[in-house]
């Protein structure tokens, strides 16, 4: 079995599916996690985000670890995943994720997984897992999103709702809902209401 959950920038994607994949007793991939490890490796190299050709041969390293708790990314045993929330590499991530062989990497990473399996990003339902059998799509207002991640990052709240709102205009080519998934709106519920949520349309 494959769950999809994608939505936009802060709608609650990675916390639900690990709450989600836990009641399930199944991992989580968290493909947003892979496209910010190529964006960290690429600024650490000083390189330009939009150039293909300099950021593939970074990533020969590259594992992503899923589990249900939380997924680790590793680059040749180094453990990035502490890294990959900055606000540095917020700003260059929709550079890195409009790049096809940045996109055909993460999507070969993912489909090498053995199902069953909860998987969480943008395109998850639409492209790379479309035969999934339970798909689910998540958002909030940016007011809201911007609310929730001002717990995580230094930046004040109006800072933070620009900077998302400036990403989802970005990364909108790969965001569409596929058209067999359930929209929710999470902004009027608890994190463990979305949870509950999905788990009933899944039984
Ligand atoms: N329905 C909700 N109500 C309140 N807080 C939530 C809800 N969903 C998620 N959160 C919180 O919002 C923050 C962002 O969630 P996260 O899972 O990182 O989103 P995404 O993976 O979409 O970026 C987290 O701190 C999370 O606990
Ligand atoms: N399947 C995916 C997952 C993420 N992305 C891109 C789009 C996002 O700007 C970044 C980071 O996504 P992530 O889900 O980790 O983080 P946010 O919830 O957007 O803060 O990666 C994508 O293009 N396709």
Redesign the pocket.
Known sequence: MIVTI?G????G??SVSSGVAQALGVPYV????L??AVTLLGLNAGADLADAATLLPLLSGVRLEPLASGNRVWNAGADLTADLHSTRV?AG??TV?AIPQI?QW?DDQLRALPAPLVA?????GTN?FPYAQHKFYLTASPRVRAERRAKERPEDIPAIEAALTE?DR??TT?SAPAPDARVIDTGPLTLQGVIDTILEHLR
């Open positions: 994608d936009v920038a802060a709608s994607k990675s968290s493909s947003g996690l496209y910010r917020d991530v929709s994720a996109r993460v969480e990003g943008r395109d998850m790379v990403r970005q990364d790969q």
